[in-house]
């Protein structure tokens, strides 16, 4: 049983948003071909409340890519981005939506963000998704989207320690790459971990 994880495609994330990753919008086409190949698609939404403390702008005198402590865990500040109700925290509108079983949000809590869609960064609270998957019986979860260097990164080394056999499709995802080599590193470390790392050309055969 093979889920696709369509990983926060979201205006924000996407050129001309408030944290874009850039050509985070090309891999949207190819999120809406792969979606039939799978026996069930969900999505993901970063999902902030305005006073979210990954946001510079909520601590003054901060700015976005300085790392503070925030609650005991270090965090990268970010621009405010994905706000709850917000056209940023929407879909890209060229997604198709209409295959999604279900949509997870994170980064709910304001003390404390999310980069994977399974757990919070503290691992203190799951998101129910990791349930979710195993009820279905899924045993295998393919992840396309962004960012892979942050939440295509901590969702797949998550899902691999629920024993998932992991999959990450990378032409389908875009990363940040804050600090130029990020994305190869995460690659790295994803396929360290046991973490398949494939293209969708072989997966839409
Ligand atoms: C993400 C940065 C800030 C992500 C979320 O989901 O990749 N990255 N918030
Ligand atoms: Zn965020």
Redesign the pocket.
Known sequence: MKALILT?LQNDFCPGGA?AVPHGDAVVPLANRLQPCFDLVVATQ?WHPADHG?FAANHPGSEPGETIDLDGLEQIL?PV?CVQSTAGAEFHPDLDTSKVDRVFRK?TDPRI?S?SCFFDNGHRKATGLGDYLKQKGVTDVYLCG??LD??VKFSALDAAALCFTTWVIEDACRGIDKQPGDVARALEQMQSQGIRIVRSDEIMR
Request: some cysteine; hydrophobic content about 30%; proline content about 0%.
């Open positions: 926060d944290l970063d990954s970010w981005h980064g963000d980069y962004l960012a942050y939440c």
